[in-house]
């Protein structure tokens, strides 16, 4: 078993390294969307189409991608979401030379086709290199590398692009501080590329390992049939619009109260902090003190009264209130999941493939509440907006998981 335990630590190394890449070019667009918005000078609804051209390609890519892991198997599929990745982070140069805003999205959309690729042939290691009854643990793992590879890069890109608080002599100059930093990380994706290739620890994924059982016995002939999936898309699509507005909203907000560039440009670091901090719980006290469904309930309620409290009080409370909103978001995705998909037998696969997809709640619904904010000229009302959102997740939680006929 411990020499079993060793071979699975290389493979593990390199999986966990693909997960830090996720959490870096993920969390960046909070510290993008207020440096857009500044050199631009664009209105908050404009400035969230950053999270909708990176997140909407989930929704695109989501069916795409499982053709193209069949046609060529989730190892090259990994090296080839790196290359499409590095792409979009190398359209970040000729948009900054031509300072193209539309470029930077073509950037973002690219990146997120990649990430898709590459998350969806990535998932199911965290899974099969180990035992299975400790995989959950693994996962949490994975989590907690993603939100400080966030930490890191909001650190990183938020004294380099945020710093100064005033503009740059001309736009140019602004947007010429992405050109060497999307350089480095374009390098960095593609010696990641080569590096999955000509790997020879990491296995190719049968369907047997990505857990896809074939057989059903219900009588349903549609993934729609099953009401716990059709109510778990909603949730889904409202937990990833709430965790990508409390993530990504909350250095533009900081700013918009009055704090400094620089001070703001690291509150976004308080939320993937709290994040963490839930994951670090999850591992400990799911399932052995709490129940993942009892997990979700008590998250839903926490995000809703933090949410309260946000709107009704003032200065670095309310930014600390939207932080802890991090807290509340931890766990709600390996919760949904499982709740999701029980009982859909052979109809598992396409349902996975439909979960993907819900991943557009972070494209679509930061953009409503940057229309909200411009609409009421107030983003500290428009965070409003979460609470019908985590009032679903509750229902879900509560009842609607238990769903199985209309």
Known sequence: MEQNNKSYLGPLFLIGILFFVFGFVTWVNGTLISFFKQAFGLSNTSSYLVTFAFFISYTIMAIPSSFVLKKVGFKKGMSLGLGIMAIGTLIFVPAAKSESYPLFLVGLFT???GLTLLQTASNPYATILGPRESAAQRIS????????????????????????????????????????PYLILTGVLIIL???????????????????????SFSSKTSVFDFPNLVLGLITLFCYVGVEVIAGDTIISYG????????????????????????????????????????????????????????LFTSGFTSVICIAILGLANAIMWPAIWPLAIDGLGKFTKIASAWLIMMI?????????????????KSPQQAYSVMIPLYLFILYYAISGHKKKSW
């Open 360 to 376: 557009a709640g972070g494209a679509i619904l930061p953009l409503v509440y940057g229309a909200v904010a411009d609409a009421i």
């Open 193 to 215: 590329a080569v590096l999955i290739q000509l790997s020879k620890g990491l296995p190719e994924v049968s369907e047997e390992q990505e857990g896809i059982d074939e057989k």
């Open 255 to 310: 700013i918009s109260l009055g704090f400094p560039q620089e001070e703001a440009s690291q509150f976004g670091t308080y939320t993937l902090w709290l994040m963490m901090l839930g994951y670090v719980l999850g591992i400990f006290l799911i399932p052995k003190y709490v129940s993942q469904q009892t997990w979700l309930k008590l998250s839903a309620i926490l995000g809703v009264v933090v949410t309260v409290l946000a």
């Open 141 to 180: 793992f994975m989590g907690i590398a993603n939100k400080t590879a966030g930490i890191i890069s909001q650190k990183v890109f938020g004294g380099i692009l945020l710093a100064g608080g005033a503009v740059a002599a001309s736009a140019a100059d602004h947007l010429d501080k992405v050109v060497v």
């Open 111 to 113: 990146i997120g086709i």
